[in-house]
């Protein structure tokens, strides 16, 4: 396991995780699997984001302490 990231991240605080995913398929059914999670226990989330590079698949799951967004994006450059 490894933990980074730009200075301020909320990798840096424990407060978001990478997911690695084995394809757009895992990754697809990961994200649906933590936003119905969030939906079902009324958990509030600071975002969701599908990403891709090169081969590379896998979620940024983020919270915060407060002022959480809800942001949903897909990042597959």
Same mark, same amino acid.
């Given at each position: 396991?490894?933990?980074?990231?730009?200075?301020?991240? @909320?990798?840096?605080?424990?407060?978001?995780?990478?997911?690695?995913?084995? #394809?757009?398929?895992?990754? =697809?059914?990961? %994200?649906?699997?933590?936003?119905?999670?969030?939906?079902? @226990?009324?958990?509030?989330?600071?975002?969701?984001?599908?990403?891709?590079? #090169?081969?590379?698949?896998? =979620?940024?799951? %983020?919270?915060?302490?407060?002022?959480?967004?809800?942001?949903?994006?897909?990042?597959?450059?």
């Amino acid at each position: 396991m490894k933990c980074g990231g730009a200075k301020g991240s @909320n990798h840096l605080t424990g407060c978001a995780v990478d997911i690695r995913c084995l #394809g757009p398929e895992q990754m =697809i059914r990961y %994200a649906c699997l933590l936003l119905d999670t969030a939906d079902e @226990n009324g958990w509030v989330f600071d975002e969701l984001i599908q990403e891709k590079r #090169g081969t590379t698949y896998w =979620i940024h799951f %983020a919270v915060r302490p407060k002022d959480n967004r809800r942001k949903i994006l897909f990042d597959c450059r």
